[in-house]
Each structure stands twice: as structure tokens, then as C-alpha cells.
């Protein structure tokens, strides 16, 4: 059974980068025909589309974030990244990893806070 | 972007009941449209995609319908494991997805 994990710093600073990884198990990041994604929930509110990741190293990101932004991945570690950059209490949300299968989110991980905060 | 938008945003209903969702696209969407169940301090889960296929384990009493730019969630009897919110997804406009801004259905 495929299962994803976030980890990463759950406070960060206004201006600072926000940084977390998605470790993933059951299953390799380099198979074919899926896509790595992250999406945020800010407290109280619905979901945004942060960007992804396709097996083969590309990106798309969403526009309205698409400046702050880079994921990346590491094959020998299975796991993924999201790296935001210059942070303010708006990026305040649960931040999920999740595979994307036919541009459906079929997997997901249990979502980690992260607060922007000095 | 295309815009999803959701009604009602609150739906108060009672075990048994028959409960409708409604999703509306900002443009055509065709039938690239995906439901999630979400419960509190969970991960999303899918439900429903390509507007009315049903995801392999979810209860039959879910089912979705809809093309273009209406599409419906229907829950034929709101069961107590029912209550949760609910978001509708498109996946048309590859790969900017977007969702709606959900429905909360609790209990009466």
C-alpha cells in the first residue's frame, strides 16, 4: 500500500523559505505515469493546488504561486520536495503531499501544519 | 483559471436523507471532474471521477452526475460516516487544477 509522509518545519519566519518533504513508501517515485503533487488547506478554508512534479524531473506549478515556488526530487531517497520562498501568514495552511494518477489525487499524505509566524 | 463554485456551502441533513451537491465551472469542463470527501484533521479522499465513475471502495450510495459546466453529487442515504466536507475538482484544465471551496454537510 503506497503511503506518503510530510515532514518539515512547522513555524517559519515572515520572509523566510518554507521547506518540507514528502517520503514516500510502498511504491517508487520513478514509476511511470504518475506525477508528485502538493496541495495546501489554509485553517477554516478549501484546498489550493500548490504544483507538481512528473516522474521524469518536470514541474508545473500553479501560477498564482508560481514565482515562490520550486519541487524537486530525490530518487535514491524515494521523496519529494516543496520549497516556498519569502513566506508571509497568507502561505498559513496544512500542507499535503499527494500522487497524482490521470490528474486525479489518489493518494495522499496526513497533511502537516506549518504556521508563518515571527 | 477556470473557477469551480459550489453550493450550497453549509447542507444540514439527517441520517437517511437524501442529500445534492451542486458544482458549477466557470467555463466547460466537460466531464473532467472529480469528487473528494474530506473529515476533520483528515486527507482528502476521491470519491468520484470523470463526473460519474465511482472510486473503487466507495459505497454506492455516492454516485455523481453532470457535463460541462453543472455537475451534481448525490447521496441517495446520508449515513453517519457521511458527515464531512465535500470538494469537487476539475481536471480539465491540465495541469492547473482547481477546486471548489467545499460543502460542509453536518447534522441536523
Known amino acids: 500500500q503506497l503511503q506518503l509522509q510530510e515532514s518539515g518545519s512547522g513555524l517559519v519566519k515572515p520572509s523566510q523559505t518554507l521547506s518540507l518533504t514528502c517520503a514516500v513508501s510502498g511504491g517508487s517515485i520513478s514509476s511511470g505515469g504518475y506525477s508528485w503533487s502538493w496541495i495546501r488547506q489554509p485553517p477554516g478554508k478549501g484546498l489550493e493546488w500548490i504544483g507538481y512534479?512528473?516522474?521524469?524531473?518536470?514541474?508545473y506549478y500553479n501560477p498564482s504561486l508560481k514565482s515562490r515556488v520550486t519541487i524537486s526530487v530525490d530518487r535514491s531517497k524515494n521523496q519529494f520536495s516543496l520549497k516556498l520562498s519569502s513566506v508571509t501568514a497568507a502561505d498559513t495552511a496544512v500542507y499535503y503531499c499527494?500522487?497524482?494518477?490521470?490528474?486525479?489525487?489518489?493518494?495522499w499524505g496526513q497533511g502537516t501544519l506549518v504556521t508563518v509566524s515571527s | 483559471d477556470i473557477q469551480m463554485t459550489q453550493s450550497p456551502s453549509t447542507l444540514s441533513a439527517s441520517v437517511g436523507d437524501r442529500v445534492t451537491i451542486t458544482c458549477r465551472a466557470s467555463q466547460s469542463i466537460s466531464s473532467w471532474l472529480a469528487w473528494y470527501q474530506q473529515k476533520p484533521g483528515k486527507a482528502p479522499k476521491l470519491l468520484i471521477y470523470k463526473a460519474s465513475s465511482l472510486e473503487s471502495g466507495v459505497p454506492s450510495r455516492f454516485s455523481g452526475s453532470g457535463s460541462g459546466t453543472e455537475f451534481t453529487l448525490t447521496i441517495s442515504s446520508l449515513q453517519p460516516d457521511d458527515f464531512a466536507t465535500y470538494y469537487c475538482q476539475q481536471y480539465y484544465s491540465y495541469p492547473s487544477w482547481t477546486f471548489g471551496q467545499g460543502t460542509k454537510v453536518e447534522i441536523k
Open positions: 512534479i512528473y516522474h521524469s524531473g518536470s514541474t
Open positions: 499527494a500522487r497524482v494518477s490521470d490528474s486525479l489525487f489518489d493518494y
